[in-house]
DNA sequence: TATGAATGAGAGTTCATTCAT
DNA sequence: CATGAATGAACTCTCATTCAT
């Protein structure tokens, strides 16, 4: 019985550097999804291979393991966010403008990809240890960073309040943008089917309540 | 002849009609700490009942099943903060120095309860939709209404900005605060350990940050 | 400390000689019911102590186990089902009245107590091989005994068939009564919820068809 | 290019398109000698899977849940006797011979299959409601109707007596041949192991009794 | 007698993971 | 690459039985 490979010359089963193989793909697409309908744990197997219309083994074929996989998904999404984070803070504009960019990106993939948001935002911290152990928890530490950088370089150029710690102030920002984002979900904020109009005001109402405060006037 | 007491005849020491078992409290008391330890498909009948001392079977002597026990835990949680927000809101002292208070206690709980906490801040949204759609969505909505409602007393008496919506600025504060402890939980403020003068140091920044707003000079 | 009751004459709860505790019959009644609804295996201590309105340990006070309890329930049954074909044995009437007889008691009693006739019939050999090794497997073994031995008579006196093995015949005779109180409790015959008059239908052509036999003529 | 097989070349054994599973065959064989064992409720999964040599698992592959298993097993064998019943009653012979044929049959295959008589005769009536709603109770009634139908023509051609009811009929019928199963199961009829010679005379009697009737004579 | 809280073994069911094809 | 049958550990829930009062 001739053996699974003759001399192993990988014929290609490996990513072949840049292109991925189209069904991993569909795989980690299906991933995104029902990790955000279902959460870390109602998120099964083969929930993730029927979506993505491919067989049972095959997942196994891509990802190490159901943690590997959702790693992967997690890895993913935040790439792309801290790509856009960066995008932002190496862009034009003042330190108050980026931020305020910041909370309007993330209110707007909401607006066109919220299982994606979902996934990013309400997931966190709610993966087992192991999860947050690896890489997860070092993007997430990272966008925190990105963003009390750009309140650091808004200290620097007296946009910002001086007396404010810029890791605190990211997560305070951070905060308001994820629990909005629960409002939302939950339908408590913008009603059970918000317009996009109404998540515009939305994106309005947090940005101006982080940069001006609560407070109508200044101690 | 003596009888045993004023009202309350019972011979022998009951579970004195009304007040609540004392192993129904254990294992309550246990499902806060797994629930917080492993989140909430983590969260085992048999870790419950060995945490609480009890057999397996009690458990389901006192609560009809998993569901029912987590959502009793999350309805005590939330009962406990909607009682002192609640009483907050009704004490002394203007609106805004009523929500510095509602920032501070919340991290003040978490320094002598955090797994109190971390079922009530990290696991909303996370439960399965049986549970968002019974009493946890309502408890929750109806903490952001109380915070809104301090809000909009605010706006009447002048000290907080009139453009800015109070249940937005009620989850925006609610997520300035939830995203500063999941920070505080992930070792990525604070430290790995914070001490209590760190964590007052961070209550006073969030309550600087949420008030003040970032921004140095109104716009 | 005083002792529970200051006269408490004894009412009357003792098993006062002979007499058996009122108790102890209404655990015995609900088990018939309860054994009758749901089988052997779907009876449970629960449902027989909530159906008699005692508390769920009275049942071991009177019972070593529910085998025993169930156990009981049989021998009660079968007791008064053996008086009763006793009683028609050694009654007046042929053998072949008395046979027509048995056929329309245990008609005439599923008419007035369909729960002890379901536990009798319907019940026998579905017990655990516990029970069928106890008593219940010699009072079944009775009373096809003493139905043979009718027949054995019948055969003597000339009014029954010399060529049948009693004990077979009365196995036939048992079982064309079982079937068709089985057609009768799944409605098969009789209709869903059959009158009286129905029943007495069905109790002459089962007597017909046993006595007399399917063909018209004989071989 | 040889193609696939002349008739069955099968490299893999794949299981072969349309035709049933190997293992599943086998679970729901294992599953008819474990439910005739130990009946309905005795009968555990983990015995199925032990019995057909499969992981427990496998068992829920091919079968949604413990009572689809069992209505397949009640399915099976009722349908297998239906099919007999129905060519005897499509084949030669007279009424009287046919249903004399019934009681052969039914006595034979116990005498190379007691375990599926016992599950088809022993268990009908016993299982929980759900089953009995779905397709046994309507084979079981089937069952019933096809041998009353044999009765009916037998009234037709006169080999039957006119004024029995053929429903009626047909139950006794298939009550004395379970009840002379039963007692054979028991030992109470045959001994404790009884020789195919002591089965065939248990046939002929039952023939003779249910065809002839007990009566020596007509009135 | 009488109560019902407490116990824990056992059974059904799920699902991540492996493996032969 | 791809498939899906096969495996079995893990978990929830049930219920007979015990025991302190």
Redesign the pocket.
């Known amino acids: 019985m001739p053996h ?1 490979n003759s001399r192993r010359t990988n ?6 550097e840049g292109s991925e ?4 793909r569909a795989i980690l697409h299906a991933a995104v999804r029902v990790f955000a309908a279902k959460g870390y ?9 029927r979506q993505a ?17 959702l790693e992967s998904v997690f890895a993913e999404q935040w790439t792309i966010l801290l790509n856009a984070l960066e995008a932002i803070r190496s862009g034009p504009g003042t330190s108050l403008e980026q931020l305020a960019s910041v909370c309007r990106f993330v209110l707007d993939v909401f607006r066109t990809a919220p299982d994606a948001v979902r996934v990013l935002i309400l997931e966190v911290a709610r993966a087992p240890d192991s999860l947050r152990a690896g890489s997860t928890r070092q993007t997430f530490e990272a966008a925190v960073r990105l963003v009390s950088e750009m309140v650091r370089r808004g200290q620097e150029t007296g946009e910002i309040r001086h007396e404010l710690d810029p890791m605190v102030t990211a997560a305070c920002l951070l905060g308001a943008i994820e629990l909005t984002l629960t409002g939302l979900v939950l339908g408590i904020l913008g009603g059970p089917s918000p317009s996009e109009q109404e998540i515009e005001r939305l994106e309005g109402q947090v940005v101006a309540t982080v940069l001006g405060g609560l407070a109508s006037t200044r101690r």
Chains 1, 2, 3, 4 share one sequence.
Do not use: S
Request: glycine share 8%; charged share 30%; hydrophobic share 25%.
């Open positions: 699974r014929p290609r089963p490996r990513p072949e193989p189209e069904k991993r744990h109602g998120c099964r197997i083969a929930d993730v291979a219309g491919v067989a049972y083994g095959l997942v196994y074929h891509y990802f190490q393991n159901k943690d590997e996989l």
